[in-house]
């Protein structure tokens, strides 16, 4: 199981590093510029990302940049004969797409819900009245309130992220956690299956130990209340 874990966590941890930060940028303007054009399209692209199926996406993909196309390798990490990293890259553009263009919809979503509370609260009048400009506002006060959300739901989320990085890793052909547990299910090997359950219940530990100690990043009064 430890050689499968290698391409679990560059899935896994790649689309959700990019997925946040396409979320920062994308939510907080959107929120800072509610029922606008850019909010408007922003929030197309969270109901396209959010109701696409994840293998059904990457199925397009491989149709469109590997069979159409030609730009793309379609399956596995490593070409015949190729281990370098730029190849490493070339196998994985696909499917971290395909988790990243997930995870951006409902983090967005969640990131304006929060940046159009923020922006109504008291302290972002103050701030605008001592002069300060918008952008300041937005990524040095505002940012570290609206990710508290955000956070929560990124650890909630390490299981669901699991089962979707399962159909993608299977889809293309991935050597990872995901792909080994569809196997162990097909041959019905038991202790197999247990060991994949076990391992995706400490990364959701783990994940929810990270959200608690980035509580105490973001937020000060949970600081001064510890």
């Known amino acids: 199981m430890l050689e499968r874990l290698p391409a679990t ?3 896994m941890g790649t689309s ?3 997925g946040f930060l396409i979320a920062i940028v994308l939510g907080l303007y959107s929120g800072k510029n509610k029922n606008g054009v850019l909010d408007k399209i922003t929030s197309m692209f969270c109901y396209v990302g959010i109701s696409i199926p994840t293998f059904w996406f990457g ?12 730009i793309l390798p379609s399956i596995g990490m490593h070409s015949d004969g190729n281990r370098s990293f730029g ?3 070339l196998h994985m553009v696909m499917p971290c797409a395909v988790l990243t263009f997930a995870n951006a919809s409902q983090y967005i979503r969640y990131l304006r819900s929060s940046t159009i509370t923020e922006m109504s609260s008291d302290y972002v009048m103050v701030q605008k009245a001592y002069g300060m400009k918008e952008s300041g506002i937005l990524f040095r006060h505002v940012l570290k309130n609206a990710m508290l959300p955000v956070v929560t739901m990124m650890a909630l989320q390490v299981s669901s992220m699991l089962s979707g990085a399962v159909l993608t890793e299977s889809v293309f052909g991935v050597p990872g956690i995901g792909r080994l547990a569809v196997n162990a299910i097909e041959t019905r090997d038991m202790p197999l299956l247990q060991g994949t359950v ?7 530990i783990a994940g929810n130990l990270v ?5 105490n990043v973001l937020d000060p009064r949970i600081r001064e209340g510890a």
């Open 16 to 18: 959700m590093l990019l």
């Open 211 to 215: 959200a608690d100690l980035l509580y």
């Open 9 to 11: 966590v560059i899935l």
């Open 59 to 70: 199925i397009m993909l491989i149709y469109l940049l590997s069979v159409h196309l030609h």
């Open 198 to 204: 076990i391992f995706t219940t400490i990364l959701i």
């Open 87 to 89: 190849d490493l890259i």
